[in-house]
């Protein structure tokens, strides 16, 4: 008759940590602050971001561009004009307003 011997149960509470050290790390790795799906969620707010920087800068660069043409060391006739006639309602002595 053969006798087995009974793993002993320090060897099953061994296992059974390191399982659930494991699928605690595996689950933190995806979920967690810095996982998977955190990453995801980062990069598309980050190109996200990115495309709004990128509109703001053309805003900038359009308003930098008026306010050069209207300062006192370059002065554009066109837009001075378009600006008295927005602003004040000015017209000129040979035009026809029609109401």
Known sequence: MIHRKKPPVG???YFMIAFALGTYFTFA???GDFGLFSRATIEA???ELQAQLES???QIAVMENLT????DTYLDLDLLDEQAR???GLLRSDEIVIR
């Open 45 to 47: 707010e980050a190109s």
């Open 29 to 31: 790795a995806v979920q």
């Open 11 to 13: 060897v099953f509470i």
């Open 56 to 58: 703001l800068n053309g």
């Open 68 to 71: 050069h043409r209207l300062s």
């Open 86 to 88: 927005a602003v004040v």
